[in-house]
Every structure is written in C-alpha cells, then in structure tokens.
C-alpha cells in the first residue's frame, strides 16, 4: 500500500499521559499537514510542514502539542500531559509539491482519553 | 481566517432521487473548493473539485457548482444510490502560501433503498 499510513491506529491512554501519532506519506510527496476531527465536526488544521520546515500553525495547536518532520519524511505528533478534550481522530494528509489541490488522508489516529 | 458553513447537516433521500449539500466561504480570496467523501471508519478521499476560473463542473452522477459573487458553492449527487451514503465535507482554499483547505463541518448523506 503506498498511500499515507498512520499509527497506532487506536490510543486510549489516562488523562495527564504523553502520547506520540506517527505518519507516513506518500514518498514523493513534500507537504504534510496535521488535522483534527471530533464527532460531527470537519476536520481543523493543525500543522503544516514543507518538507522539514513547520510552516503553519494552528492557535488550536497548544503548547502540550508539538510536531516534527526530521529529513522531511515521516512526521509525528506528540501530545504531553492529555486532556479528556484531546481526544478525537487526528487525521495525517500529504500533497506532492505542486499547486494541486488533493490532500491524501491517512486512515487517521483515534485518541481516548480517560 | 477562512470560515466554510455547510447544510444540511444531514440529509436522507430515497434511491434514485438527486442530493444537493450547500457551503459557504467567506475569504473572497479563495480559489479552490474540492469535496471529499468520508465513507464510515475510512479515510476522507477527494470526489470532485473546482477552481474559481469556472462555474461548474461535472463527473457522472456528480457535479459541483460555484458563485463566486455569493460565495458559495454547491455539491450535486443524480441517481444516489446506497453506496453514496457517507459524510461529504466541502472545503475552500486561498492561493499561494501553505495551500491548507478549511473544510465544512460535513454533511451525512444517508441514500435508503
């Protein structure tokens, strides 16, 4: 399968834990993003990298959250001390460098936080 | 920043009848408008999309259409079926920079047979 790859798939962990999300794009693509998704919601943007460069960051992204690329090819997302309002379905897409417009999406991350 | 609102938030049809999601942007600056489909516990995968240099777009039983004066476009489903039963998020996009989409809060379409 060559398409974005996320994991763990499924996180519960206890409130006041560190968690860290993992996400594989595809290889020839150079831009990452980082969305989250809550029930009955869109998902909302959180980050976004040009290769290794975080060029974007949502305010929604707090200070317990933080984001890397090293060498501009897997990224991930860690989250310290969770929140019950952390949990949600933290989604991964990637685009090749161009000016085109599809965002491919993992299958996501799901976090529960107890 | 960009904002995206879309109705219905849900919507159910019988089989065969036609599916119209409405969105609304309100960056006048915005120039890209792609749909994605969401089926359940799947990951979110483009349908259709459309630039602002032009007004409508079609793919078979799929089309979308755009005004730019009003801001808002619109997702159109012919002949639904039970397999298009899923979430669609519309979502708009600024030129140049990041390129980062905000979507809509997603509208489930649910086709009965």
């Known amino acids: 399968d060559t398409g974005v790859s996320q994991n763990p798939r499924h996180k519960i962990t206890k409130r006041g834990q560190n968690v860290t999300f993992r996400c594989d794009p595809i290889?020839?693509?150079?831009?990452l993003y980082w969305y989250r998704q809550t029930l009955g919601q869109g998902p909302e943007f959180l980050t976004y990298?040009?290769?290794?460069?975080?060029?974007?960051k949502s305010r929604l992204l707090s200070d317990r959250f933080s984001a890397e690329r090293p060498k501009g090819s897997f990224s991930t997302l860690e989250i310290q001390r969770t929140e019950q309002g952390d949990s949600a379905m933290y989604l991964c897409?990637?685009?090749?460098?161009?000016?085109?417009?599809?965002?491919?999406f993992g299958e996501g991350s799901r976090l529960t936080v107890l | 920043g960009e904002n995206v609102e879309q109705h219905p938030s849900t919507l159910s049809v019988q089989e065969g009848d036609s599916a119209v999601i409405k969105c609304t942007y309100s960056d006048s600056a915005s120039n890209y408008f792609p749909w994605y489909k969401q089926e359940l516990g799947k990951r979110p995968q483009l349908i259709i999309d459309i630039r602002s240099n032009v007004g409508e777009k079609k793919d078979q039983r799929i089309a979308v259409t755009l005004n730019k004066t009003a801001k808002h476009f619109s997702l159109h489903i012919t002949e639904t079926q039970p397999e298009d039963s899923a979430v669609y998020f519309c979502?708009?996009?600024?030129?140049?920079?990041?390129?980062?989409?905000?979507f809509g809060r997603g509208t489930s379409l649910i086709v009965h047979p």
């Open positions: 979502a708009a996009r600024k030129p140049g920079g990041s390129y980062i989409p905000t």
């Open positions: 990298f040009q290769n290794e460069a975080q060029l974007e």
């Open positions: 290889s020839e693509h150079n831009r």
């Open positions: 897409a990637s685009s090749p460098d161009i000016k085109t417009g599809e965002l491919f």
